[in-house]
């Protein structure tokens, strides 16, 4: 017999994957790392 699931672990699965969506829209617009660690390293290279 299948897993029976519950209407309430259904929506928390829902807003789960909803919170990782607007996660990864709002981290694409931060910088790569790499530039990040390169400006870090010679401050110079922001400007």
Excluded: F, N
């Amino acid at each position: 017999m299948g897993t029976v699931m519950r209407v309430e672990d259904l929506d928390a699965y829902q807003k789960l994957c909803q919170l990782h969506i607007e996660a990864c829209d709002v981290s694409h617009g931060w910088p790569a790392e790499g530039a990040v660690r390169a400006g870090v390293a010679d401050p110079h290279r922001l400007k």
